[in-house]
């Protein structure tokens, strides 16, 4: 709504008690956010703002007798591509659970299909419930190291500013760009800088001396911090901290031990990368609320990060409090201490109840440019072979449980006519990225430790950050199944066992997400589980979200991408035999 003269004379009017306004929620506990207080009194709202709070009548009332009323929640650094569906389905599934903005970086599809990706997402999120504000890609393709389906120039990105829901530059996760000045980096940090955006930091196991850089460089966030001490490194430096719970990455409970009553205000929740099931079975930034609640953390100052820690970090000056002049995104709790939410409105209108949608939202249909988006070389059994030729000590990726970080071992694995073979007595079983954008061909291959499968092989076409596929098991016939499986529905995730599909999920909007209803995905998923089980797994963490990370050269210690095993510490390749470096 343009805002207009007599827009302001009314909500003047209204705050003055001379006209009625045209909601009145009344008698609720209001959680006020700047003070920490709980305050029985109505909240006058206007053509979707809070103008007065006190006592007001208006044309419609709300009794919110016995209910809490808190702002609505805030995710401040999250890929919608992780939930696997389009906008408006993760508009369906997180307004039930109070989330009202969200702070989205669009580079899962950016490495896919680059500017036609942005114009999708800023499309497909138009006009939704869901408030969903854009972080520019900083970083397409993530590293040199990789092959992606686009690279983004800071001419690429410039002219996105201009646009209302762009408000800053998203995670610049590759560090060295940064610290040694590469001129591409510093382009896009300068647009963002001079129009005075925001820019989005990730500093994976980047210790003091490096956070300088980041800070002398304008990057004030890190949603990357694994331990406490990290935590207190940023915020002493001045950053903000993202306190992050997502699917592979369950890092909250830890983090909190960094977080008192003095630094507190300089946090603030995340999801990052959050699967669709376990926001649907467990909350979003509702979640990490209740977490912070059961750790110890006073309900007030939980919802304070959740909101108003939120909306000053991004500079919302409209977000994240219940005031006058306020945005009336509001969530009604039934209990504050459990965070059982009854009712969500956003901008004054009621959009959720009782966990569901009041209405759902369609999906825009994607271009075909989106959807023809797997591309790949053909790959045979010769292919997938692990050359081992000059001993058996091998490169071993380990996976650690929860986290995105993996451990770097040597170990002797079982060779016969010179090649690796899986082994499931040892957990050591192969894993395969196919670059799957421009045919190259490549075909990166290691060894990984710890996935859990017994039997069959996995696939993906959701690998971070360049998305090529993915696969890992037990045998390169079920591997070599599975590739072709997950190529041939133009995207997805599969599941195989003795040759044979046990289930699937078709990605095909850029291979990342689904371009059905939420429901029937979830269900798919659950699917998925189930068949992960037949093959073996304990399911006490997902292989695909774990799978997905496997390929993401920022983050240590080792990876895998199309091109090769890489040291993520000393940023080079390295072969799977454990006895040179290129």
Aim: with cysteine.
């Amino acid at each position: 709504m343009t805002f207009t003269k007599e827009l302001l004379k009314k909500r003047i009017d209204v705050a003055a008690k001379r006209l009625p306004a045209d909601l009145v929620i009344k008698n609720g506990k209001v959680v006020n956010v700047f003070t920490r207080e709980v305050i029985t009194e109505d909240i006058a709202i206007v053509d979707g703002y809070i103008v007065g709070t006190g006592a007001f009548e208006g044309y419609k009332t709300v009794d919110a007798s016995d209910q809490f009323v808190v702002p609505g929640f805030i995710d401040g650094h999250v890929h919608i591509e992780s939930a696997m569906v389009t906008p408006s389905e993760f508009s369906n599934v997180v307004l039930p659970h109070g989330v009202t903005t969200i702070v989205a970086d669009p580079h899962e599809i950016a490495n896919v299909s680059g500017t036609d990706g942005i114009d999708f997402m800023l499309e497909a999120s138009e006009g939704i419930p869901l408030e969903v504000l854009l972080m520019l890609p900083s970083c397409v393709p993530a590293t040199p190291f990789e092959n992606s389906g686009a690279t983004l120039e800071h001419s690429d990105l410039e002219p996105y500013y201009t646009h209302p829901r762009v408000i800053g530059l998203g995670e610049v996760m590759d560090y060295p760009s940064v610290l040694y000045k590469d001129d591409k980096m510093l382009d896009k940090i300068m647009d963002a800088s001079v129009k005075e955006k925001h820019v989005d930091g990730h500093g994976s196991a980047i210790d003091a001396d490096g956070i300088n850089v980041y800070m002398a460089a304008g990057i004030r966030t890190d949603h990357e911090c694994v331990t406490a001490e990290e935590a207190l490194v940023r915020l002493r430096k001045g950053m903000y901290v993202m306190l992050r719970e997502g699917s592979a990455a369950k890092d909250l409970v830890t983090l909190l031990k960094a977080v008192n009553e003095h630094n507190a205000r300089r946090c603030l929740f995340v999801t990052d990368d959050k699967h669709l099931d376990e926001i649907i079975d467990e909350g979003s930034i509702d979640f990490n609320v209740k977490t912070a609640i059961r750790e110890g953390v006073d309900p007030l100052l939980a919802i304070q990060m959740a909101t108003l820690n939120a909306a000053e970090c991004f500079g919302l000056k409209t977000k994240g409090a219940i005031a006058p002049g306020f945005e009336a995104d509001l969530v009604l709790l039934k209990d504050l201490e459990t965070v059982d939410i009854g009712r969500v409105y956003k901008g004054g209108k009621l959009v959720a109840k009782n966990g569901e949608v009041i209405q759902a939202t369609g999906s825009i249909t994607p271009p075909s440019i989106i959807t023809d988006s797997v591309n790949i070389s053909p790959v045979s059994l010769e292919g997938l072979k692990v050359k081992m030729s000059r001993g058996n000590m091998a490169n071993i990726i380990e996976i650690r449980p929860k986290m995105i970080v993996t451990r770097h071992l040597i170990e002797e694995v079982d060779v016969k006519g010179g090649y690796f073979q899986p082994s499931v007595e040892k957990d050591q079983l192969k894993i395969a990225v196919i670059e799957r954008h421009c045919r190259t061909g490549n075909i990166g291959l290691g060894i990984i430790k710890g996935l859990g499968i017994k039997n069959g092989a996995i696939a993906s076409t959701v690998a971070h950050d360049s998305h090529n596929i993915v696969a890992a098991g037990t045998n390169d016939e079920d591997l070599l199944r599975a590739i072709h499986l997950t190529a041939g529905m133009r995207g997805g995730l599969a599941v195989v066992e003795g040759g044979k599909l046990l289930a699937s999920l078709p990605l095909p909007v850029a291979g990342l997400m689904s371009n059905m209803e939420y429901k029937v995905v979830n269900e798919r998923i659950h699917d998925l589980n189930n068949a992960l089980a037949k093959v073996g797994c304990s399911m006490e963490f997902n292989p695909f979200i774990t799978l997905a990370f496997l390929a993401l050269p920022v983050i240590p210690e080792l990876k895998l991408t199309d091109t090769g095993l890489f040291d993520v510490k000393s940023f080079q390749h390295l072969d799977v035999e454990a006895v040179s470096v290129k």
